[in-house]
């Protein structure tokens, strides 16, 4: 997900580079930081999901039964 991100904010980087039209810029620009944006998301999320993953955890089970 974070390589299409990237391929994306590129992509509009070198569709910038072709044009000089502003009512052409205006969105590819506002595309390209949205990308930016994503791709700082992702990461943060990939933090989250690696600390949480790296705490110990522990479960509890109660042993009692259940008569039916």
Do not use: S, W
Not at 24 to 34: D, I, T
Not at 51 to 65: A, G
């Amino acid at each position: 997900m974070i390589a299409a991100e990237q391929k994306a904010r590129a992509t509009y980087e070198y569709l910038i580079d072709l044009t000089e039209d502003p009512d052409v810029l205006a969105p590819l620009r506002f595309l390209r930081e949205r990308e930016v944006v994503h791709f700082q998301r992702f990461g943060e999320a990939l933090d989250i999901a690696r600390d949480y993953l790296n705490q110990t955890h522990y479960f509890f089970m109660n042993n009692q039964r259940c008569d039916d």
